[in-house]
């Protein structure tokens, strides 16, 4: 052990021995040291000296100061910086179990049978050298460690970025017709179908026509989403039931399907699976069934419906008596109106009229007078049939006589 000439000396050798280590000593740490002269004292400070050199006390030291650092930089990290912090300070104390603390003999580290160490002996002590390198290196290697975390940044996932984009669709499965509306968080350009129909877009809206699905895409710079739009549609169908030449049923095929019904425009019945529709107008009726249900789209169907009604005329009769075709009739059935005028061709002259056609002309003026010569004669007929509309018809007849 090196022997000390005055306590200059020994400063001087403190200091060049604690310099050596990554943390520095306090500032005027050597004008606080109240260190006496006497012999004792520099014998003591000797083995102050051969103690902190120690490489046990070496390693120690370096690994406090690797663990200060750990607890100075875990309280400056973020909440992922923290996680890779906790993973070095678990090195560091897993270095610390595995560093078997030897006890100090005090006849191998400070003779204490001599006071006053061979200052004329300067030996290296290879050991001791090879110790402190350890302890430096470990140290070293921490720090670096923590550097190269200080230097790294967390890669970006646009899944779990604020910023990131986001798509909200009114209605996933419209009804064919219903109008949707896509808004985004951000601008972005839109494609349906794989065709761009607009850019620098937050929102847009569609209308499906069919029930094909429809693909839509919107893309910035960093990402793109997707989405696909199903457009739905409920089958529905009218079923037709004839019960009479004037009366007919109509239901839906779902009668789970509530629906208003309109029959020429007209409403006659409402939140109903079905409806029976009476008429007495011949001729075509629409029947219309406006489903109550989402998606169930509108049905139409057309009938036609036949008059009962009927009306012949004849164009010659023979009033002679002989019980064939002595009167002149009109053949009319299932009627709701009917009229009959005679008139005189060459003339114009009224001879005979009736409402009831079971009252056939006979060929006198009235029925009850002079008989007519014979001749053209013109029926003017006013009718209307069962479910149809009023009609008026002038028939040109002959009257002939033997």
């Known amino acids: 052990m090196k022997k000390f000439k005055n306590i200059a000396e020994f400063e001087s050798a403190l ?92 006849s191998d580290d400070i003779d204490q049978s001599k006071d006053e160490p061979d200052l004329d002996k300067n030996t290296p002590n290879l050991k001791t050298n090879r110790s402190e390198e350890t302890a430096k290196s470990l140290l070293e290697n921490t720090i670096q460690n923590h550097s ?3 230097e790294e940044k967390p890669p970006t996932n646009n899944l779990f970025n604020s910023n990131q984009a986001k798509l909200t669709v009114s209605n996933i499965s419209p009804c064919i017709g219903e109008t949707v509306t896509l808004q985004a ?4 350009d839109w494609l349906i179908n794989n065709i761009l129909i607009d850019t620098n877009k937050k929102e847009i809206s569609l209308t499906p026509e069919s029930n094909k699905p429809i693909h839509v895409k919107f893309h910035n710079k960093q990402e793109v989403i997707s989405q696909t739009i199903q457009p739905s549609i409920t089958s529905t169908s009218i079923i037709t039931q004839k019960l009479d030449n004037f009366n007919y049923q109509f239901k839906l095929n779902d009668t789970n399907i509530q629906a208003n019904w309109f029959a020429d425009n007209e409403l006659i019945a409402s939140r109903s699976s079905d409806v029976t529709f009476s008429t007495r107008t011949v001729g075509e009726h629409t029947i219309k069934a406006v489903p109550l ?21 004849f164009n010659v009769f023979t009033p002679n008596g002989d019980g064939t075709n002595d009167e002149y009739t009109v053949d009319i059935k299932h009627y709701t109106l009917f009229d009959i005028q005679i008139f005189n061709q060459l003339n114009n002259q009224l001879i005979f009229t009736s409402s009831n056609p079971e009252i056939k002309w006979n060929g006198q003026i009235n029925n009850d007078g002079q008989e007519c010569s014979p001749g053209e004669y013109v029926a003017k007929v006013k009718y209307q049939l069962e479910g149809e509309k009023p009609e008026i018809k002038n028939i040109k007849f002959t009257l002939l006589r033997p």
């Not at 968080?185 to 972005?188: R, V």
């Open 185 to 188: 968080n951000m601008t972005g």
């Open 293 to 313: 249900q989402s998606c169930a789209t509108e049905q139409n169907i057309t009938i036609r419906v036949k008059g009962k009604g009927s009306i012949a005329f």
């Open 15 to 106: 200091k060049k021995q604690l310099e050596q280590h990554s943390v520095q000593p306090p500032e005027h740490l050597f004008d606080k040291l109240n260190l006496d002269v006497k012999p004792q004292n520099i014998a003591h400070g000797n083995k102050f000296i051969k103690l902190i050199t120690h490489p046990l006390t070496v390693i120690k030291m370096a690994i406090l100061a690797a663990s200060i650092i750990s607890v100075v930089y875990f309280a400056t990290r973020t909440d992922t910086q923290i996680h890779e912090v906790n993973k070095e300070k678990i090195l560091v104390d897993t270095l610390v179990e595995d560093i078997k603390i030897i006890p100090i003999s005090p």
């Open 148 to 150: 190269i975390i200080e």
